[in-house]
């Protein structure tokens, strides 16, 4: 059984995401990391406004544990609207 605060964390996926964007490899998503994400993603939302909710150590950085917070919370999001 897996526990819901760490499977985003088992997804291989999810993981090679967040390696794939962080530029200088140093395990954290800058504003320019989160930037060409979104660009991506093509949603249309500001990278400020995601940071503001994912970075929840307000360290101006999110950590892959942070993304996968945020993740979940917006697969939550989406499950709900489907
Ligand atoms: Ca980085
Ligand atoms: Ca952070």
Do not use: P
Request: net charge negative; hydrophobic share 30%; aromatic share 10%.
């Amino acid at each position: 059984m897996i526990k819901s605060s760490s499977s985003c964390q088992e997804l291989q996926e999810v993981r090679d995401t967040f390696r794939s964007y962080d530029d200088n490899r140093d395990d954290y998503w800058d504003i320019k990391d989160l930037r060409d994400f979104i660009y991506q993603q093509g949603t249309g939302e500001s990278a400020e406004e995601i940071m503001k909710d994912a970075d929840v150590d307000k360290d101006s950085q999110i950590s892959f544990r942070e993304l996968c917070q945020w993740y979940e919370r917006q697969e939550m999001v989406a499950a709900g609207t489907d």
